[in-house]
Nanobody, 125 residues
Framework: QVQLVESGGGLVQAGGSLRLSCAASGRTFSMYAMGWFRQAPGKEREFVAGLNWSGSSTNYADSVKGRFTISRDNAKNTVYLQMNSLQPEDTAIYYC??????????????????WGQGTQVTVSS
């Protein structure tokens, strides 16, 4: 069973930046596509960004396009989310997730079969 552990969340002022990391256990990390989701209080979990097994293809939610960048280092079994120009509406718990299909950049939560515990991101105005 793979384990995903997020880190890098915290409190930041509007306009600031954070870099989230998601470390995966196991030796098959490069066989899977990965994604980041977020969930704000009282809202449903939403797709933020995703990439395929190699990182050569990426996809972003419109709300973060141009501000967030997803990347991965398969040698380190880690996926990253660089978040710039953060706004209060970005406040949420951020989760990384594994998609068993290495080629498809899924955007629906039910397409992912492993999830991390989440890391809190709070953006103050």
């Amino acid at each position: 069973q793979v384990q995903l552990v997020e880190s890098g969340g915290g409190l930041v002022q509007a306009g600031g930046s954070l870099r989230l990391s998601c470390a995966a256990s196991g030796r098959t990390f490069s066989m899977y596509a990965m994604g980041w989701f977020r969930q704000a209080p009282g809202k449903e979990r939403e797709f933020v960004a995703g990439l395929n097994w190699s990182g050569s293809s990426t996809n972003y939610a419109d709300s973060v396009k141009g501000r967030f960048t997803i990347s991965r280092d398969n040698a380190k079994n880690t996926v990253y989310l660089q978040m710039n120009s953060l706004q209060p509406e970005d406040t949420a718990i951020y989760y990384c997730a594994r998609n068993p299909n290495p080629w498809i950049i899924a955007t629906m939560a039910n397409q992912f079969n492993s999830w991390g515990q989440g890391t809190q991101v709070t953006v103050s105005s």
